[in-house]
């Protein structure tokens, strides 16, 4: 994949916009609430601050629920935001299978059942906030054979569901461990691209990282040791679940790497605390907020401007 010259190394905000709904609890088609959603009105005026235009990813729940529309259609509409679609299979119509582990990545789901499901929600979205979305990230990244070819003939530019580095086969999910974190075209180029979720690997051993890494998921004492030997660490791009501190070294990883576009990611429930595990209190909801000012405030000055998937089909080079 290359860009324009004048592109140089951007980054770019993902919001898993989503339902709420107990994470230590079956997956269910009803139980869940939305009681947060009127906070994303008060993130997308932090990031405005900042200069950030975030993109939302927004699976059904949301996209029918009107407070959506209250908090977002204004930036969505004069280009401050943009949206983007995210399939929980089992809260999306039409409801044709099981709920299960298996069945809630999307693409693990026969294929017509997969289509018919996005499609209601691409269409729900569209009427909702009136432009069509043109990126996709499939709900707990379960893409499958035939997703591909599902967002390319609907128009969709960018898939966004490849989580590099991460494992999720022990559940029937995909195996994304030897994926790169650059982007790449699926099928043709100037068709479908890809545009991971930012991983690296930082320590002394970070280029033996995707040999080691998987032996170590069962033995997370020698994963923190490793980590604060300074030996081996996985660092995903996003607030739930990473410090500061690790966030800018992965930065600096990712950057030093020459990657074009850093893609950060985090769960929209956890704009409003006891929703998720990573914000618990005020005190949390603070710190996630902290997290992204510092994080901001470090790209800039290492001069990585944010960009949107505008800006990225129109720099891409075919």
Request: charged share 20%; with cysteine; aromatic share 10%.
């Amino acid at each position: 994949m290359r860009f324009a010259a004048g592109f140089g190394q951007r980054f770019i905000v993902t919001v898993d916009t989503e339902e709420e709904f107990d994470w230590t609890q079956p997956l269910g088609r009803t139980g869940h609430g939305l009681s947060h959603v009127p906070r994303l009105a008060r993130f997308q005026q932090f990031c405005e601050g900042l200069g950030v235009a975030p993109v939302y990813l927004i699976d059904y729940p949301i996209a029918t629920d009107p407070a959506a529309v209250e908090a977002l259609g204004a930036a969505v509409a004069a280009g401050r935001a943009e949206i983007g679609v995210q399939l929980h299979p089992w809260v999306n119509p039409p409801h044709d299978e099981d709920v299960n582990i298996f069945n809630s990545y999307a693409g693990n789901l026969p294929p017509e059942l997969e289509a018919a499901k996005f499609n209601t929600l691409r269409d729900a979205i569209e009427k909702a906030f009136g432009k069509a979305p043109l990126i996709y990230r499939a709900g707990r990244y379960g893409i499958g054979p035939a997703s591909a070819g599902i967002l390319s003939r609907a128009g969709l530019a960018i898939d966004t569901s490849v989580r590099s580095r991460f494992d999720y086969s022990s559940t029937g999910g995909p195996n994304f461990r030897d994926h790169p974190v650059a982007p790449w075209w699926v099928d043709k180029p100037g068709g479908l691209m890809e545009l991971p979720l930012t991983t690296v690997f930082w320590g002394m051993l970070r280029q033996q990282g995707p040999l080691l890494y998987p032996s170590l998921w069962r033995m997370p004492k020698l994963r923190g040791l490793l980590a604060r030997m300074a030996m081996l660490e996985r660092i995903p791009l996003t607030p739930e679940g990473v410090s500061i501190e690790e966030a800018i070294k992965g930065i600096d990883i990712a950057l030093d790497d020459g990657l074009p576009i850093l893609v950060f990611s985090f769960h929209s429930p956890s704009l409003r605390p006891g929703l998720t595990p990573y914000v618990r209190d005020e005190d949390g909801l603070d710190q996630l907020y902290d997290w992204w000012r510092a994080v901001f405030a470090y790209l800039k000055q290492r001069q990585i401007r944010p960009a949107s998937v505008a800006d990225i089909m129109a720099a891409v080079q075919i």
